[in-house]
């Protein structure tokens, strides 16, 4: 039996039937040192008859929670089953699981309380649609704004935290396209946050959840809120 790693990552999934087996041969192969769970936001196509037929660590949610409920409920299994160290990784096949290493050296070395990988630093790899691009320069500028610091890439799915961060986000974890809103939070409460550059690749099958119709009501709705973050902190 393999013994239980002091790592974790956190695997959100909403219909990834398409993605989700390549995904953990991807980490099994790559990232070895790590445990994994898979977060089944309530799919509605086969993700959970693969997970099951796998025998892939997972829990299966009875409702539908939302990318944020998902990844809250992945740190709080991490922080109540004592893992030290928790990283978000994508379901769809975009992230790739030999970068895990270093974000965890990274992690452990500096004395930061979160890394994200960022695809903007070295700008190499899949860049994403020209119109996300900008929407990701637009939440740059405005946390540089509210917060005071630079995040090239304040909506990348790839972020690891320590055991003091895991903790906050078990507590409480935005529940709509939480990644600016919570790197602003956490920034406001003196958290320290830094970047490396990483390579990630376009999505292996499906469809993102964030289709063109919904990206003015994104726009509106997590500038408002990362605004409200940094007011509250």
């Known amino acids: 039996m393999k013994e239980r790693s002091k790592h974790l990552i956190i695997i959100p999934a909403y219909n990834e039937s398409g993605n989700i087996e390549n995904t953990i041969k991807d980490i099994k192969k790559n990232a070895p040192g790590f445990d994994y769970v898979i977060?089944?936001?309530c799919s509605t196509d086969d993700t959970l008859e693969i997970c099951?037929?796998?025998r892939f660590s997972y829990i299966n949610l009875p409702v539908n929670l939302g990318?944020?409920?998902?990844?809250?409920t992945g740190y709080r299994y991490a922080y109540y089953h004592g893992y030290e160290t928790?990283?978000?990784f994508d379901g769809d096949g975009q992230h790739d699981a030999a970068y895990l290493g270093k974000l965890l050296e990274v992690l452990?070395?500096?004395g930061v309380d979160m890394v994200i990988g960022s695809r903007f630093i070295e700008n190499q790899g899949f860049q994403s649609s020209k119109i996300?691009?900008?929407g990701i320069r637009f939440f740059t500028n405005l946390i540089k704004l509210v917060a005071g610091q630079v995040i090239t890439d304040p909506t990348s799915g790839m972020r690891m935290v320590n055991r003091k961060l895991m903790k906050e986000f078990a507590g409480y974890y935005p529940k709509d396209y939480p990644e600016p809103e919570s790197v602003v939070t956490i920034i406001k409460r003196n958290y320290r946050v830094t970047e490396i550059p990483v390579q990630m690749r376009s999505r292996a099958e499906g469809q993102s959840s964030i289709s063109m119709g919904k990206s003015v009501y994104y726009m509106i709705k997590v500038s408002?809120?990362?605004i409200v973050a940094a007011i509250m902190k």
């Open 86 to 88: 928790a990283v978000q």
């Open 132 to 134: 996300r691009r900008v």
């Open 224 to 226: 408002l809120a990362v």
């Open 39 to 41: 977060i089944n936001d």
């Open 108 to 110: 452990q070395s500096s």
């Open 67 to 72: 990318i944020g409920g998902a990844v809250q």
């Open 52 to 54: 099951k037929k796998n």
